[in-house]
């Protein structure tokens, strides 16, 4: 559908399906790989409650759709399939459990660094393009995704991180 963008409507759309196609895979593997990989309960628990939240996030994509009167479609995103295969690479070739979450939660972390900067981007254009409501929306999942990403951080500053290093030395 997309060749050649021409204005910042197309742009915005293009971005808008990044993010949709972004969030549905997080919901429908990237994030219950990381549950089933992950070794604490804590990490579990907040990539569980993450996954609830992504759910919201694919709904209030199609409501953002709709208010910009666009027909909900994804568009397939090289940055996240790179991000998604590091966390894979992560859970297969870690043994070392405490070692494994500290590597989950930096991939949790590059990706909520990137949907930080997407759902920004989203949220500044969608306002400028006259689209408020959607724009409140891109907002409030921009919240959101600083929240989780801050979560992350703290369990790998006060545990993982500690865990990880004290269970394994270098060599």
Not at 30 to 49: K, N, V, Y
Not at 98 to 120: C, F, P, Q, S, T
Not at 129 to 152: F, H, M
Request: negative net charge; hydrophobic residues 40%.
């Amino acid at each position: 559908m997309f060749g050649t963008v021409k204005n910042m409507n197309e742009l915005f759309e293009l971005e808008l399906r990044y993010a949709y196609d972004c969030e549905q895979k997080l919901v429908e593997k990237g994030l219950p790989s990381m549950i089933e990989a992950a070794q604490s309960p804590e990490l579990r628990s907040a990539l569980q409650q993450h996954l609830q939240e992504t759910k919201g996030h694919v709904r209030r994509l199609e409501t953002v759709f709709s208010a910009c009167q666009l027909t909900p479609d994804t568009k397939s995103n090289s940055i996240l399939a790179e991000i998604m295969s590091a966390a894979k690479d992560s859970a297969a070739n870690i043994p070392a459990r405490e070692l494994r979450d500290a590597a989950l939660i930096a991939n949790g972390n590059m990706v909520e660094h990137y949907e930080i900067a997407l759902y920004g981007t989203l949220g500044a254009w969608a306002r400028q393009l006259g689209y408020d409501n959607a724009a409140a929306q891109l907002e409030q999942t921009l919240d959101e995704e600083k929240a989780a990403d801050a979560k992350l951080t703290e369990l790998a500053n006060t545990s993982a991180n500690r865990r990880a290093a004290r269970s394994h030395t270098a060599g």
